[in-house]
């Protein structure tokens, strides 16, 4: 008979590797989902390929939105930034959008996991936002990890260039797609 112990809760450096972890699987997902497509068109279309590739596109929306749109959730930027209102502007600033235009691209990221992702529902059409702003968040989010919540330096073994990794990513599925 095993004893059942209470867990104790994560510490936050903990947390903030997980924050870093979320952040450099969405870039490698966003990565492998792109260097298999050419102009909005598949590069291979069979079965393997066409689900992998929309396998990479629905995770990468999941980690965002774990990171954005859950504000309820763990790993939600609310919950770890230091100076919330701080990052909230700045995060504005980098994706050139207002709080309220933030607020409607959360909703379109937030719409495609619920809809299509999450839970398969009604809708006729498969939405896929566009990511490229999704992109700058994460980017943002990851960068003030390392500048500010990094005290620790509980993200030593992570990757110190988002950037650099999105390109190396993308190089190595570039590859597997033209085999």
């Given at each position: 008979m095993s004893m059942i112990t209470k867990k104790e809760p994560i510490t936050r450096d903990e947390r903030i590797r997980r924050v870093g972890f979320l952040c450099v699987h969405f870039v490698r997902n966003l990565a492998f989902y792109r260097a298999g497509m050419e102009n909005g068109i598949l590069l291979k279309t069979n079965p393997f390929w066409r689900t992998a590739n929309f396998n990479f596109?629905?995770?990468?929306?999941?980690?965002?939105?774990k990171l954005f749109a859950d504000k309820k959730g763990k790993h939600y930027w609310g919950k770890i930034a230091t100076d919330c209102s701080k990052f909230q502007i700045f995060l504005c600033e980098t994706i050139r959008m207002d709080n309220d235009e933030f607020e409607v691209y959360v909703n379109e990221l937030r719409k495609s996991r619920d809809k299509f992702?999450?839970?398969?529902?009604s809708e006729r059409h498969d939405y896929r936002p566009h990511m490229d702003i999704a992109?700058?968040?994460?980017?943002?989010?990851?960068?003030?990890?390392f500048n500010h919540d990094n005290k620790q330096n509980c993200l030593s073994?992570?990757?110190?260039?988002?950037?650099?990794?999105?390109?190396?990513c993308f190089q190595l599925a570039e590859a597997e797609y033209k085999t």
């Open positions: 596109f629905d995770q990468a929306v999941l980690e965002w939105c992702i999450a839970h398969l529902d992109y700058k968040c994460i980017e943002y989010y990851y960068q003030h990890l073994d992570f990757p110190s260039d988002l950037k650099v990794f999105y390109d190396k």
